[in-house]
Nanobody
Framework: QVQLVESGGGLVQPGGSQTLSCAAS????????MGWYRQAPGKQRELVAT????????NYADSVKGRFTISRDNAKNTVYLQMNSLKPEDTAVYYC???????????????WGQGTQVTISS
């Protein structure tokens, strides 16, 4: 069984910073792209940021460019999201996402974390 477990959510004041972590565990052969998505109340889930295996390529939603930074530690199967200059519109449930293989010849499949709530409010 593969699990993605997020941590680091909570209540943050506007302009503040927060770091989210997501650790993948279980039977994992390799992890490809990892990323973060978010879903605000009444809205569709949207991509926030992704990062390739080696960390050389990152992709960000326009709304978070320059404020959020995605990184990963492959030795720990963990992806991070450093969020700065937070705004009320960043309030959402943040979901970790990973494309991974459980065995050498198995297909690459999508896995999701359970989500962590981030609320930006004074």
């Amino acid at each position: 069984q593969v699990q993605l477990v997020e941590s680091g959510g909570g209540l943050v004041q506007p302009g503040g910073s927060q770091t989210l972590s997501c650790a993948a565990s279980g039977s994992i052969f390799s992890i490809n792209t990892m990323g973060w998505y978010r879903q605000a109340p009444g809205k569709q889930r949207e991509l926030v940021a992704t990062i390739t295996t080696g960390g050389s390529l990152t992709n960000y939603a326009d709304s978070v460019k320059g404020r959020f930074t995605i990184s990963r530690d492959n030795a720990k199967n963990t992806v991070y999201l450093q969020m700065n200059s937070l705004k009320p519109e960043d309030t959402a449930v943040y979901y970790c996402h990973a494309l991974l293989q459980v065995r050498r010849l198995s297909p690459v499949m999508v896995y999701w974390g359970q989500g962590t709530q981030v609320t930006i409010s004074s």
